[in-house]
């Protein structure tokens, strides 16, 4: 119960935080390390809960709006980035980048908590 | 110790952070922030615009007197409904950041010399310092800071620019990080505040691309210098027989108010054997740039009415250089083509009138020697005595590097351009100011402010009348049935040549010693053949009172073939007619060249594949469209033909020469005298005859022709390979592989890179009937379903008709998809 209750926070702070715009785009930094350090969970745990919480969020908010525009920005990007045109190559490299860095202070809460 | 683990991982989360915030360099180009551009929150993701993007809207804007009404069409075209000129300027100022916010900025970064500050000093073989140095050092900054001085003089235009100004501010100030153009993320950079002087840079912009014409002041001294006078005069002729002038053949001019003299040493203190070949400047101007106008009288149409066509050509690029909308006040009610970066319609039309541009293509800028006293340029000889210059400090900002200075001296003919620290393409460490008609106050803008507004024919003569450069044709037709063109800009009065080669600058006689009067202008109200038409030709025959400029600044095919078109037209015209017109791909050069070259060939011993591509050539109808193959065989041909008669002379010289053009070669092969180019000289024992050239020409083009023809199609629309490239020149962002047809010599001008920039046909009837289409879509965003919503239809000469209502219509229109609602903050 209290993974889920984590890692439901965990998405909900990230896309508050997110609505605020005028706030860096990192600010679930922030609160994911808050939530993981009073959730007090187990490292192994908060850095999967963490890292999977973001990209959800992340995969899930691209995904919307990659269908919504028919592909037609993510298949621009996909040729700049390089990743070979394709729009779902740059929905996973985006929720996997929302992912890295969530799961890595996630987790550096919990192992800083844990030494506490 | 204990806490190392999370120690370390802490670390490992904000360096994380730290890289994916900052531009990290990859193979020598920055990348985006990483993070942000990812963010679907913040970054990229936001610009994907959804399909059925709601665009309805309330919008309050700070000093709005009263509320304004945007009605919007299916094309995302705005219909702008003001109760005031101010509000209606404001608000066409907000419409265009809303949509082309970043364009307008890079465009006028680019004017002004400033693209380094956003791109850093090179992004792959682009030096855009040097690029920046280049518009720095022929006066671009120098010449919007005197255009702004003349618009501040006219109340209606500082007005009109401010409030335009305010109206971009306003947008940009409510732009949260979220929300910025997709180029500014991936840049990373941010909008700067808009000001009238940057709406005026933008304008000297389009004089730099319409009248610079680059240096061929340089080439053309080294190419008479060096075939000497005789050779010089046959390839750069004075006039061109063939000729189809903007003002009919045989009209009559009153007698000129200003003869020039030229100095009686003009043909020997210029001539001096350069012996370098050095850099041109990092940016051409492109011969291409011209443009297609014309205007036929009620006496030749179905409807008893005018009808007007304008199709300008330029570079083609997204976002594209126009967009459409309709400006409604209490004063006027204009449609048609604005610029992202100025007020008012510039090409259109109104409830009473339309009017189009053509370049005129008259010399307005030379080179001119100037001596200074010594390297510190403080004083320069001028007329025997010893005369004190000024001088401009332009501070280039490099991104990431700090400022470089280029220091400019100023002087009687202007600023000193090629100097000791920046050299000339001779680098012959001479110093060269120029003197530009760009650099001349002057207030274009308050043409476009008063055709928006003109009601007939002598409104468009008292509007144009403020235009000094770019010169312009402007062609012109009213409701009540009146058709005109002129040829308007302030354009010097020159003796023959004058200004074709560099001049000296130590000397007043070699000055421009005066500018026509704009009552000289060539210009013509209903002719008797039922049309005005103009292709970039030379406006007159010699019967002009005046120096035109020599024939190789003129087109001469595309006046040739709109004029025989509109003079072939048997039944009554309608609209549908000038569509097929303007996008007609009927080769007139072909015609008059490719009997010419079979004849040369006829009798020669050929090869088989050699024969299948002459049988090609011969049945070919002529036309440029797409699937034709008889076009990349005459145009490939040709080409090569040029090379195998000048390459050799020109190789041997160790100089920038111009190449002549190819009007000039035509007539030589009509007349079947090359003149001593005809000779390979790289031959020894051998001399060549037109038919030996022809032949190695034709063998040289098949060869090719057939060794592309096993991998790919060679038809013409594949051939040319037309493209619309976005303005960073990335691909993802451009559009590749647009099946067009046309040439630069044929009314469907499309070259590779190049064309019709926008297409209008105008009807004035009673409700005026217009029919519009450009290569690219209202909204800059590359995300947007509207980025180049246009460029299929124009490729396929498609047109999309104008909704041009009055407001009580628009907002009971069902064709009106959305409404904005502009209010008072």
Known sequence: MKQFSAFALMILMGYVLGLFTFLPWYSFVVSTFLICWTFNLKPIWALVLSFFSMLTLWAVLAFYIDVQNEHLLSKKVAEILPLGGSSNAVIAVTSFVGGLLNGLSGWSAALLRKAK | MKYLPGIIVFVCTITLVILLDRPLTVGGNKTPRLGYFLSPQHGFWKNAEPKNQDWNATIAIPGLKDSVSVYIDENLIPHVYAENDEDMYKVQGYLHAKFRLWQMEFQTHAAAGRLSEIMGEKVGSTDFVAIDKMFRRIGMVYAAEKSIEAMKSSPDISAATAAYAEGVNAYIKQLGPQDLPFEYKLLNYQPQEWTPFKSALFLKYMSFDLTWMGLQEFTMTNTRDYFGYDDFAKLFPIQQPMTDPIIPKGTAFAKPSIQPKAPSNVDSTYFYLNKKKGADLPVQTDPNNGSNNWAVSGQLTASGKPILCSDPHLGLNLPSLWFEMQLSGPNSNAYGASFPGSPAIIIGFNDSIAWGVTNAGRDVKDFYEVQFKDASMQEYMYNGEWKKSTFREEKIVVRDQGEKIEKIAMTEWGPVMFDTSYKNMNEDGKYYAVRWTAHDASNELLTFYQLNRAKNHADYLAATEHFYCPGQNF???????????????KFPAR?????????????????????????????????????????????????????????????????????????????????????????DNYNVFAAMALPLLLKELEGQTITATEQKYVDIAKSWNLRNDINEIGATVFHTWWDSLEVAIYADEYAQANVNLRWPDETVILEQLKQGNLGRFVDDITTVDKQETIQDLVLKAFKNAISTIDQKSQNQSVAWGVWKDTKVSHLLKIPALSRLHVPIGGANCIINATTQTHGPSWRMVVHLTEEVEAYCVYPGGQSGNPGSHYYDRFLNDWASGKYHKALFVKKQKAAQSNEMKWKIAFIPA
């Open chain 2, 475 to 489: 062609v012109f037709a009213s409701h009540t049935g009146d058709i005109a063109i002129r040829q308007q800009g």
């Open chain 2, 495 to 583: 003796w023959e040549r004058q200004g074709e080669f560099l001049m000296s600058g130590t000397d007043s006689q070699y000055r421009w010693q005066g500018m026509i009067p704009s009552s000289e202008n060539p210009y013509i109200l209903n002719p008797a053949r039922g049309f005005v038409s103009s292709a970039n030709q030379p406006a007159t025959d010699a019967n002009y009172p005046y120096y035109l400029g020599a024939a190789t600044n003129f087109p001469l095919f595309r006046g040739i073939a709109v004029n025989q078109y509109l003079a072939s037209l048997k039944e009554p015209i309608t609209p549908q007619h000038m569509m097929q017109m303007q996008t």
